[in-house]
């Protein structure tokens, strides 16, 4: 019963079949082989535009790449307080933008909103040599909390961006998940609605260590790759990542494993809700559930094997516990959960 | 024909195969997986000490992330003018060091010798602040012009680099094929002749992309798991990157592979030796031949799908280029190679 | 009627004059002068101690330079959400630290409390690789909004980041106003409560130029002549800091001067205190005062020549505007300044 | 008798009544003073040309800030293999510019020649994501070695510059001296020679520590001042950086004390030149004079109390040494240095 991050399952039989095919022969390095164009062609397509997509191998990469390629060294990025880039990256943006400042906005559910955004670039006077400069917003895409953004919502964000001249990047470590969530384009999801920078994540959803970079305008782009290759992401043999990336966008199959870990967390968190004193505490949109058991229920569920993360110290007899479910959690696993959190 | 690089070539059979067996099921994230566990045993058996070691994808990542951890920013890296890390990396070393200096020493064959390092350490006042301050010395093996140190001559550079306060980095991106062209253990190439620290290559040889980051002592490795996540270097899905290593480990496939590599470049360049007005440029004691042809002959190759690197401009009528073998080259493009050269 | 900052005023004569005795004859470079040395002497007879001094001629240098030699690149350095550091130094810290990360803890009347403090490191796991290790907490006496920390709320919070491993700086660019609130030894207020390292400035307080890092502990000390001289803050002609410095510590002026700017800042509250509709908003112990008046008062003021700093925009008909004195305000400003705003 | 550097020297009393007078009364600080305004008028007056001027106080912040400004961080900057930034910054430019490389190229005389600079811009592929890509060219006048460059050679290697790319900065730390040799003017010594940005030098000629960054084209100067702030080298009294540069402007004294170094150099080098044994090692230009002398006669001047540097270790039984005047070193001292110089 592992529910510590959908980073703890595997990866699919189709994408480790596309890795055995690429092993063939040889292949031009660095991304300029077949497989890391098709991979090209098939975002464009998906994405209804022509984009610019690196491969990178890990979302931590992804985003700090990208966000210092669109942010200066006297920049400001806008983000959640409990988002990734601000809370699980051990500093990596501050790392790849020399020195930028990261900005946490508290917001509910995990998703910063309009109004504090707008109350935080209040402090940053445009032009002053002293402050750093708004340069980014950047938007987790389901968020770290589990719940999704509307179209809407990114437009309405992204519109206080454009206003202050900042770009705005979408952190999409769990993009799959957000969209089988809404019923939407990916093109709605992000461009549409003013996204400029896509870290589009594949290794949470099934992938072994896939992520693709992708600018919605090429202006945008400007010295990425020697960022890339300067801080040692420019993989010699790229067709094996571009080879997951492929055969992840393969058809349908990513949404559908993206709504399959969705349907478990609906059904974890539904199981759980029905169990007296027990909380579930962010609404349930994507593949993540955080709910508030009482202290006992947590310490039988970890002595019966259940893995998991508390998130935060326990508090009046009750901790707040993050479960993740994947495209492979078992589906019984879920039911003995909630099964075992049922009997205390 | 594909004698551009190694890393040109795709992956051995064993290491598709470790993949798909480490896809099952669930196992903690970030390395503290069981096959990582298993790579550090058999790494320590290997080098027959306690070491530490640390996977990474690229060797780009392995050299900077192993160079910022034993080096300052106030610190000067002495290596081989036409080295990697000079040369390759678009100042990845500099950017992680966070500025520190790359002193280029130039050498015969691709090695530093160690008058040219006394030669200009002699520039560099310990303690005299205007002065970056010798840090470490990096040696590749093998080179990059297909030469490979001796232990002894190892020992002797570090020696030198001991005396003046400094580390000793190995770019081991081609360990493989210097240990195969040598008599010795492991060991008796690294620590044992004074080298604490070692990019161990498995990518070029025929993982997909797998590279260790080895110290031999545990004093030195310090903040360098914070580097690495900061880098965007920790994966979260390790038991990848670890199963490739651990198949590359399993038995004695990696020296095999790495002396059939060497075979093949000493059999193009004994093939090509014979032809008259050809001259093989640097001694061939891995897996890369540097020889000089006539620039028709240079054409000639390209025209019937030869692929290599140009290492220069032509000079006097002739072109010196660059041939790497691998693992994977057919022998017979070895043979077909020779051939058409030779029928100019 | 500038009440902009202090140091929109100059220079002491006292300090002009010592520049002038410096300036006769050779005398070494880069702080190997008797002046540097004799500054070192004052300084540990000051506080009592044998303590490191290097002079530097900002304050944003000092803090800089001070938090990057105590703080790893993965550190956390705790401070006051609106202290000089995080605020108004265009992101420096992050720069010099190599990507650090300041977290902003919010606390009444501009102080840090420990509370806060101790919420704030709830949410950093010891050890744990994906989060910024908690480094060093950074506390501004004065603060930015006027107020000065006891040395028992100094000790409570230095224990607080003892307990978490932490070393504490202290940006003393208003160390002299701080302590002459206090009735208490420089020692008392730094190291004795637990202070680490200080940014000592003068320039606020009358020199053209000129602060001090003092490091109470030689241990702590480590690579910061090198980040000093590596970021150009080794000056050549280093008599001509340290002889400002020099004259600064000469007998009492340093306290008086300081005494003279807290005393008007006091005469400005208590005459404004006195007008209706207008309200003091945080506790004048130190040079400045935050104060909030009626708009048209604001624009009445501004017209007739009085310069300052609104503190935020307009808020239910009144401005938070600060205003500054320093060791030069002309008394008869402070005087006019309340007559104009009674005379609304 | 100290030759040991034109900064050991202390500042023209016009300076210092500067900064006296520049002491009395508010201003508005960080540069947006008057004085700071005079000075850029000064200079676009001075360099027939409107101009951007940044004031700071080290040359080894004008230079790293300039080059910062110019150079990305995969950029390579080349400059004479023992210029200052290459060699005497402790890798301030390496820090500044996040992780650029300094590729540095031999050359006569302390000079870069053209046909060195082509030979090294041939290594590196326009476009080669691996490879840092030329950004900068970086000349320093008068050289280390004491020389000057005329304005053909500056256009000459200033063409090699633009065929490429590149932007050419000009270390101007003894700008005067090597303009005080020529017969030309400050404009065609720079712009109208193809030089973008100039540190201009007025430390070492009587400054107590004041430098102007100068762009040419108001293209070049983009985020210069969020640099400058960043690194802590935006000083709040601007006013008493431009008091020292106003000063240093007014009239041809500038040129006159750099006259007068010059002369000294050339008395000192004639002087030395007539004694048997003696061998003047470089042109001599400007105000340095590098001379070989016999060990036993270095010895006597040392212990008759002449202060100096020595260029290298001993070599032949002879020492390189090298002999730096100012504008103030006694023209006795001269003499009496040429006198213990020949007794030998």
Same mark, same amino acid.
């Given at each position: ?7 703890a399952?595997?990866?699919w ?5 596309? !890795? ?9 390095? $660095? ?44 920049? /400001?990025?806008?983000?959640h ?16 933008? =020399? ?11 995990g ?12 402090? +940053?006077?445009?032009? +002053? ?16 909390l ?16 454009r206003?202050?001249g ?47 970079? !992708?600018?919605?305008? =090429? ?6 790759? $020697? ?49 007296p004193?027990?909380?579930? /505490? =962010? ?12 202290? /006992? ?15 935060g ?7 707040? !516990? ?15 959960? !909630? ?6």
């Amino acid at each position: 019963m592992n529910f510590a991050s959908d980073n703890a399952y595997g990866a699919w039989p189709e994408i480790i079949a596309a !890795i055995g095919e690429a092993a063939m022969g040889p292949a031009p390095s $660095y991304g300029d082989d077949a497989l890391t164009a098709r991979v090209r062609e098939r975002l464009s397509q998906l994405f209804e535009r022509d984009l610019v997509v690196h491969p990178v191998i890990s979302g931590t990469a992804a985003n700090a790449l990208a966000l210092a390629t669109l942010v200066p060294p006297h920049g /400001a990025i806008f983000c959640h307080a409990e988002s990734h880039i601000a809370v699980d990256e051990c500093g990596a943006p501050e790392f790849f933008t =020399h020195g930028a400042k990261l900005v946490g906005i508290e917001g509910w559910n995990g998703k910063v909103d309009a109004a504090g955004l707008n109350h935080a670039l209040a402090h +940053f006077l445009p032009g +002053f040599v002293h402050h750093v400069q708004p340069a980014a917003l950047s938007l987790t895409q389901a968020t770290e909390l589990g719940t999704v953004y509307t179209p809407g919502e990114i437009a309405a964000l992204s519109g206080v961006a454009r206003d202050h001249g900042m770009k705005v990047h979408m952190d999409g470590a769990r993009f799959a998940n957000a969209l089988a969530h809404l019923a939407c384009t990916p093109a709605e999801l992000t461009w549409k609605a003013g996204v400029d920078a896509l870290s589009f994540g594949a290794t949470k959803n099934g992938a072994l260590g896939a992520e693709a970079v !992708i600018f919605f305008h =090429h202006d945008d782009v400007k010295d990425f790759e $020697y960022r890339r290759k300067k801080a040692g992401h420019l993989v010699s043999k790229m067709r094996f990542v571009s080879a997951q990336l492929d055969a992840y966008l393969t058809g349908e199959r990513w949404i559908r494993h993206a709504e399959r870990a969705n349907a478990l967390a609906r059904r974890l968190a539904d199981g759980l809700a029905a169990i007296p004193g027990v909380e579930i /505490a =962010h609404a349930v949109e994507a593949n993540a559930v955080f709910v508030r058991l009482p202290e /006992a229920t947590v310490s039988r569920l970890r002595s019966r094997g259940a893995v998991f993360y508390d998130w935060g110290p326990p508090a009046e007899g009750r901790t707040l !516990i993050r479960l993740v479910t994947s495209f492979a959690t078992p589906e019984q696993h879920v039911d003995s959960f !909630i099964k075992l959190a049922a009997d205390g």
